[in-house]
């Protein structure tokens, strides 16, 4: 049948199963826009209040339900203000597929109104990109970028389409898409069993666990690893999840602001599997000393990452899950008394603690927990917060915790958090911010406003760029140099103004209590939490350092006065 390029597009996402695209309409993809007004009752789209918001909402959704994330906008700076979403998704491996369209063939590179090159923007931050400037060649152009988006490591891929393409007609032929297999070409018997004879001859293993075990959903496969082998786990920022936060062989996240517990036992052990992570320099700190005394095993779906950061001593190329799957029946059940006993000793000698007196981050992000049982979503701007967030929450389940990890946006996780409540209907979402991420597309609880979603926006607001500031003190002789935010900004009243709910917090009872009103309301509410400008993320390893020279304030107090004397 003949059809528009406009009519393709929303056929080709339909056959994808596409229910909802997030996006911000223009003149160049206004053809789009009007085949997709045919169809709101197939697919749903959102309206955000900037089309940043848009690429950040696509990728919360497909974070938090494992399927593509899809965002439109239009030509020119439409195009280019998905840029940081894009790059974002790209650094942690999130299946989007951004289309735009651009100005029409004719006009390409002569400086027209609202044009730019967006394909060749975004080369380096995307799996892949097209423009397409040939109607005949839309329909297998948008399959594959699908099929790309999805494949193996999963990442972001763009789709530029001239005007005058979504306005020319030609055939179209409905086709079946067909479900993509998991990687498993390169998973060999040779890898296989020197996995499985490493394992056997450890005698104190640790399993490290990175966002590839989330995306590929290996949460029960990982168990029975840990329990087969008696090895403690721990994770990655982007492997919050994978491996159940509240279960007894967990010690918390690796590196800057690891655990001591993580920091100490990694680098105390014989053999590291470090499955579906990259091993970035935020967890390694000195590559050189990290995890020096043992033999390092990495799983990982991607061969680019092996012997990238670090040198490893064996590997095993494949879908995590699917690794795991052919490897545990090549093990055999283990004990590692005297090395449990030992991570025991860690947990007993460096306990979470929580402050007992004042309003904290690590207060309200545990409050959140036990209000909401361990069961909401949990999405985090960039910061101080964002690691009391992965600390005091104890994730459960994969999908759980949306995060900037790779990217490090601030401003992602208002979008994100309206991506995961439409992907997550009746699902109660948490962004957990800091008042300097709150204002980068604070624009956005219109749009949770606008669409009636159970949204809470929790601002830590110290009035200070937080973790900025953390490191002018510790390291910058506390030259404060513009990260001071005390202009009178009233958060309450702008997210009244949006028309949320805005409450605010200056003590531990005045957040429960808010909490409490936050979690009977139906739509976006705002808690401005007031906390100290100098409350600071412990532990912390210093930038370069040995991830085993974990500091608190205790460890800092003691080397301050010993200076002194």
Known sequence: MQLTGAEIVI????????????????????????????????????????????????????????????????????????????????????????????????????????????????????????IVKDVDKLAQTLRRAFKIANTGRPGPVLVDITKDVTASLCEYEEVVIPKIPRNVENITPADLETAASMI??????????????????????????????????????????????????????????????????????????????????????????????????????????????????????????????????????????????????????????IPKEGLTGPFAIDAIYRKTQGDALIVTEVGQHQMWAAQYYNFSRPRQLLTSGGLGTMGYGLGAAIGAAVGNPGKKVFNIAGDGCFRMNMNEIATATRNKLPIVEVVLNNHVLGMVRQWQDLFYGKRYSNTVLDDGVDYVMLAQAMGAKGLRATSQAEFEACLEEAMETEGPVLIDVIVGSDDKVWPMVAPGAPISDCFDDVDLREKNKKEDD
């Open 200 to 353: 056997a001859a450890a005698k104190k293993p640790y399993i490290f666990v990175g966002g590839g075990a989330v995306i590929s959903g290996a949460t029960e496969e990982l168990k029975e690893l840990a329990d087969t082998i008696d090895a403690p786990v721990c994770d990655s920022l982007m492997g919050k999840g994978a491996y159940g936060g509240v279960l007894p062989r967990y010690t918390g996240m690796l590196g800057m602001h690891g655990t001591k517990v993580s920091n100490l036992g990694v680098s105390s052990c014989d053999l590291l599997i470090a499955i579906g992570t990259r091993f970035s320099d935020r967890v390694l700190g000195n590559p050189k000393t990290f995890a020096k005394n043992a033999k390092v095993l990495q799983i990982d779906v991607d061969p680019a990452e092996i012997n990238k950061n670090i040198v490893v001593d064996a590997q095993i190329i494949g879908d995590v899950r699917e690794v795991l799957r052919q490897l545990l029946p090549k093990l055999k059940k283990q004990e590692h008394k005297d090395w449990m006993r030992y991570i025991e000793g860690l947990k007993d000698k460096f306990p979470t603690m």
């Open 11 to 130: 056929k080709c996402l339909l056959e994808q199963k596409v229910d909802t695209v997030f996006g911000y309409p223009g003149g160049a993809i206004l053809n789009v826009y009007d085949e997709l007004y045919k169809h709101s009752d197939e697919i749903r789209h959102v309206l955000t209040s900037h089309e940043q918001g848009a690429s950040h909402a696509a990728d919360g959704y497909a974070r938090s339900t494992g399927k593509v994330g899809v965002c439109f906008a239009t030509s020119g700076p439409g195009a280019t203000n998905l840029v940081t979403g894009i790059a974002t998704a790209y650094m942690d491996s999130v299946p989007m597929v951004a289309i735009t369209c651009n100005v029409t063939v004719p006009l390409l590179g002569k400086d027209s109104f609202q044009e730019v090159d967006i394909a060749g923007i975004t080369m380096p931050i995307t799996k892949h990109n097209f």
